[in-house]
Each structure stands twice: as C-alpha cells, then as structure tokens.
C-alpha cells in the first residue's frame, strides 16, 4: 500500500503562485509513474500533470503548459506541482495520483482546495 498526502493549497489572487507538495508513505519502491489532477465544481475530474518516478519524463495538460511545473524528490519520496500565473479557471481541489503498474492511477490523495480570486 501507498498512502499520499497533499499540502499546500489556498487562497491567491490572479497571476499569483502556489507550490502544491505530495508526500508518499508505505510501499513507495512501488511508484512508477506520479501525478496531479484537479476537479472544480460540477466538472469531472482531469489530468493536470505526470512524471515518471525514474527518468524525465513528464506530461502537461495544454492549458498548463508554461504555467505549472512537475518535480520530484525521490530521497523524500516527495512530488510537487509549482503553479505561476494562476488563473481563476485554476480554482479546483487538486489531487496527488499514483500509479503503481504503468497502467493507470490507482491511488489518490485526499485533495487540497487550490482558490484564484479575479
């Protein structure tokens, strides 16, 4: 088992910056590939940003591009998600994700409300 929790959300105003952290417990030789997603109210969840545990490889959901930034810190077995010119359109809870196989997302945070005020 792998357990992940998230820090770091809050309250910015428009065109401000916010540095989310996730910090994973348990069986972490298990981490193959982390995650961030984010839901707003009366959306579905979508997939923000991922990087792969070992190697560089990291993935951008078009709207975050050049904005956010996915790193990791694996003598802490740590994740982060910095976030520059935060839009309104960023106000969700956002949530840590883990997979654990190389196939899909199987382990989540609990979510940590990220609010951008116009």
């Known amino acids: 088992q792998v357990q992940l929790v998230e820090s770091g959300g809050g309250l910015v105003q428009a065109g401000g910056s916010l540095r989310l952290s996730c910090a994973a417990s348990?069986?972490?030789?298990?981490?193959?590939?982390m995650g961030w997603f984010r839901q707003a109210p009366r959306k579905g969840r979508e997939f923000v940003a991922s990087i792969r545990w070992s190697g560089s490889t990291t993935l951008y959901r078009n709207s975050v591009k050049g904005r956010f930034t996915i790193s990791r810190d694996n003598a802490n077995n740590t994740v982060y998600l910095q976030m520059n010119s935060l839009e309104p359109e960023d106000t969700a809870v956002y949530y840590c994700a883990a997979d654990l196989n190389g196939m899909t997302f199987n382990t989540w945070g609990q979510g940590t409300q990220v609010t951008v005020s116009s």
């Open positions: 348990g069986r972490t030789y298990r981490l193959y590939v």
